[in-house]
């Protein structure tokens, strides 16, 4: 009994995961919500405005 409905419990997560994934482009259009930006030297992404860690001196 515990089996069934712990595996029915999991089976209730998948299918809410599958619908979040298949909603968040969707919600993240609406809030415009942009991708993060990337250094274009090294390839990490940008946190703020200002320059990426490797264009700082120090």
Not at 15 to 39: D, S, T, Y
Request: with cysteine.
């Amino acid at each position: 009994m515990i089996l069934k409905i712990i595996s029915l419990f999991l089976v209730f997560m998948v299918v809410l995961a599958m619908f979040g994934k298949l909603r968040a482009p969707k919600i993240a259009e609406k809030l415009n919500l942009k991708k993060p930006g990337k250094c274009k030297r090294c390839g990490n992404f940008k946190i703020g405005k200002g320059p990426c860690a490797c264009e700082r001196k120090g």
